[in-house]
């Protein structure tokens, strides 16, 4: 596949009403990388387009108790038609008990859109 086209798409600066859904998470700071990375294999076979993630300090509230901890932020980018699939993935296969899960409607470029799509498509086929 070509980068700079699909289908016939042309490279585009401008930002249509093309959706794109943005799903952020966070998993174990103590997670070694090819953990992570595994992990993030397993979200691309359930309709993923892309997994970017990064090590991060992160504080919060657990049980009454302000929390400081290293983890790992999970950017998962996917089409809107993934999103059930992928959700249900991470809803069953995440190891934290409450894990965050954040689901955003971003608009993107055309060119990009289609490939978030011609990704899910793929996976739904397999």
């Known amino acids: 596949m070509n980068i700079t086209s699909i289908e016939g798409l042309k ?5 249509m009403s093309d959706e794109l859904l943005v799903v952020l998470t966070t998993l174990p700071g103590e997670w070694e990388e090819y953990r992570v990375g595994s992990f993030a294999q397993h979200l691309l076979e359930s309709g993923a387009a892309c997994v970017e993630y990064s090590s991060i300090q992160s ?3 657990w049980e009454g108790e302000i ?3 290293k983890e790992w932020k ?3 980018k996917l089409a809107p038609l ?3 699939l992928l959700l249900r993935t991470l809803n069953e296969c995440h190891p934290y008990d409450v894990p965050q899960l954040v689901c955003l409607s971003a608009e993107t470029s ?7 799509s011609h990704q899910s498509a793929s996976q739904t086929k397999n």
């Open 11 to 15: 490279p585009s600066s401008r930002f």
């Open 59 to 61: 504080i919060y509230k």
């Open 67 to 69: 929390i400081s901890s």
């Open 74 to 76: 999970l950017e998962i």
């Open 82 to 84: 993934s999103k059930n």
């Open 110 to 116: 055309e060119l990009y859109s289609s490939w978030a």
